[in-house]
């Protein structure tokens, strides 16, 4: 049995380019391999890196779980928890940080621009950040991690640490490969498209939001950025607003980008835009439509316990052969 994990961070709703970079993902994966084991979490210690509002951050974690269930992801096979309620994450992200170097996270690109937008001073906890993710992924021997590209790096730094503590300590960790889909992987910001599409940008125009009115959807897809030239053509360089449009349309109906090109030639942006827009609406109302149904259900807080102690299991047991092996405490 595999072991596939992956978390989303509550740091504001999940965006168009968490669903097609990530969760929707997790969904086809969970459906294609039914005999493998799903560990899905909130990545709450994460998001507290930056500064949060107490009660939004209570507010998006439910909302979050809520938005996993409503994107399909089936409890058969899955442990779905938050993570602050499951401690070994922290332990771990600590005996972690004894081997991974200061320059190792010096050079993480995440910190780098995440750093420049703090204005009252920046976190330690941004610096080491990529550390606790290793420790989400190396607690479940997790082979396999679904992710969008800006986590690329993460994912090289998780297993270079692994590699390190298995050639110190002995064989402890499996080395986990990142699962990064070819189209979809980095979903652009709708007014620039040379940004990646984020859930904490400060400008939500160029933004689409899971839980948005389906209205505003449509409006901000057909005020996307694109270019004079009036043809749909997929060149990411000198085209990048239709380009990013594209991914969308093809991400979400599985046309490739020259069958769309072929889809729309000789028809201007307008009816592509309208279009597209009326694509990701549907595949946007009926998330809505489920999240509207399970929200407020006791199942959530069942599958959240549930998810707790299966997860601090197998988080309690890793962690003591770390102790161990390392030579702390009396193990
Ligand atoms: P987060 O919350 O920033 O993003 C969640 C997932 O969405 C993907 N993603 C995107 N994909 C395509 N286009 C975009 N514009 C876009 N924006 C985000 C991300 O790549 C990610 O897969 N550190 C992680 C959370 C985390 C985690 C983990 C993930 C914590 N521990 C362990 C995997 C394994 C994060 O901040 O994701």
Redesign the pocket.
């Known amino acids: 049995m595999a072991i596939f ?5 509550p ?1 504001g709703i ?2 168009l ?2 669903y ?4 929707r993902n997790f969904v086809k994966f969970q459906n294609e391999h039914k005999d493998d084991l799903f560990v899905f ?1 909130v ?1 709450d210690l ?1 998001a507290i890196t930056t500064p949060q509002d107490p009660k939004e951050l209570k507010q998006n974690i439910r909302n979050l779980v809520g938005l996993y269930l409503a994107c399909g992801l089936n409890p058969d096979n899955m442990i779905l928890f938050i ?1 602050s309620e499951v401690s070994e994450h922290s332990e771990m992200g600590y005996v972690l940080q004894s081997v991974t170097y200061m320059g190792e996270l010096e050079r993480m690109t995440q910190y780098k621009d995440k750093a420049q937008k703090q204005t009252e001073g920046i976190a330690s906890a941004l610096f080491t ?1 990529p550390v ?2 290793a420790a ?2 190396l607690l479940y021997d997790a082979e396999y ?7 690329k790096q ?1 994912l090289e730094l998780t297993r270079d640490i692994a590699i390190r503590f298995n050639n110190r300590y002995g064989e402890t960790f499996v080395v986990p490969e990142p699962l990064i889909a070819k189209t ?5 910001d709708l007014q620039n498209p040379n940004k ?4 904490s940008a400060d400008n939500n125009k160029g933004c689409i939001f899971l839980l948005e009115p389906l209205d505003s959807i449509r409006k901000k897809i057909k005020s996307a950025v694109t270019d004079s030239e009036s043809i749909v053509r997929y060149d990411v360089e000198n085209k990048p607003g239709i380009s990013n449009l594209m991914t969308i349309y093809s991400s979400l109906t599985n046309l490739t980008y020259q069958e769309i090109e072929e889809k729309y030639r000789g028809i201007g942006y307008g009816q592509f835009k309208g279009d597209l827009a009326e694509i990701v609406v549907d595949e946007i109302a009926k998330i809505q439509n489920k999240f509207n149904e399970i929200i407020n259900s006791p199942l959530l807080d069942q599958l959240l316990d549930e998810g707790r102690q299966k997860a601090s299991q197998i988080a309690r047991k890793k962690l003591c052969e770390v102790y161990k092996k390392v030579g702390l405490g009396r193990f």
């Open positions: 994990l992956s978390g989303v961070k740091t999940p965006t380019g968490n097609i970079g990530a969760l979490f990545a994460h993570q950040y606790l993710m989400d992924i991690v679904p992710v969008g590209d800006d986590q993460h979809g992987s980095r979903i652009m990646k599409m984020d859930k």
